[in-house]
């Protein structure tokens, strides 16, 4: 059976400041206008994650809420996982090892850089820097969960906000 993984990075935060955490950073209004934008066109393609994993730092966690909402999904059942912020690549791959196999469609939120190096560890694609916001699809076809790993998965398809706005 065909999965799929779709990878997003969080949407543009407010700038990191010394009175701000970097874990705390917020969205700004330009990072929720790029996350309403991103979900309805998620939601055009009729795309229907059955589970949600994210960074729980703000700026990714509210990605993910923003995303959700305009799919229809109550946000209560979005999955935090802690190791995903500045857990490096290996921490995706441990969030995606463990998804049940009851699931072929999971979406997971996080940041750059780790997230951009996990999809080309995933697939050989070279995409330089996800974009803020960006939304990678990844296939993998006749695999389990816990048996992806490097070079498994096939990247269908790469959007930004930009492309999408470029689109309508």
Same mark, same amino acid.
């Given at each position: 059976?065909?999965?799929?993984?779709?990878?997003?990075?969080?949407? %543009?935060?407010? !700038?990191?400041?010394?009175?701000?955490?970097? =874990? !705390?950073?917020?969205?700004?209004?330009?990072?929720?206008?790029?996350?309403?934008?991103?979900?309805?066109?998620?939601?055009?393609?009729?795309?229907? +994650?059955e589970i949600f994993i994210s960074s729980p730092a703000s700026r990714a966690y509210r990605t993910a809420e923003i995303i959700a909402g305009?799919?229809? #999904?109550?946000?209560?059942?979005?999955?935090?996982? +802690?190791?995903?912020?500045?857990?490096?690549?290996?921490?995706?791959?441990?969030?995606?090892? %463990?998804?049940?196999?009851? =699931?072929?469609?999971?979406?997971? =939120?996080?940041?750059?850089?780790?997230?951009?190096? =996990?999809?080309?560890y995933l697939t050989g694609a070279n995409l330089g820097s996800m974009k803020k916001a960006g939304i990678a699809f990844i296939d993998f076809?006749?695999?389990?969960?816990?048996?992806?790993?490097?070079?498994?998965?096939?990247?269908?398809?790469?959007? %930004?906000?930009?492309? #999408?706005? !470029?689109?309508?």
């Open positions: 059976m065909k999965k799929t993984l779709i990878l997003v990075r969080h949407a %543009t935060a407010e !700038d990191q400041n010394f009175r701000t955490k970097d =874990f !705390d950073r917020n969205l700004n209004n330009k990072g929720m206008a790029e996350s309403q934008a991103m979900g309805k066109w998620l939601a055009e393609l009729n795309v229907k +994650p305009e799919l229809g #999904v109550n946000i209560s059942s979005i999955n935090p996982r +802690p190791e995903i912020y500045n857990g490096g690549p290996r921490a995706y791959l441990g969030a995606v090892n %463990t998804v049940p196999e009851t =699931f072929s469609t999971l979406i997971l =939120f996080g940041h750059n850089p780790d997230i951009t190096y =996990f999809a080309e076809e006749n695999l389990k969960w816990e048996e992806v790993s490097a070079k498994t998965g096939n990247l269908s398809l790469y959007k %930004t906000p930009k492309q #999408v706005r !470029d689109d309508e």
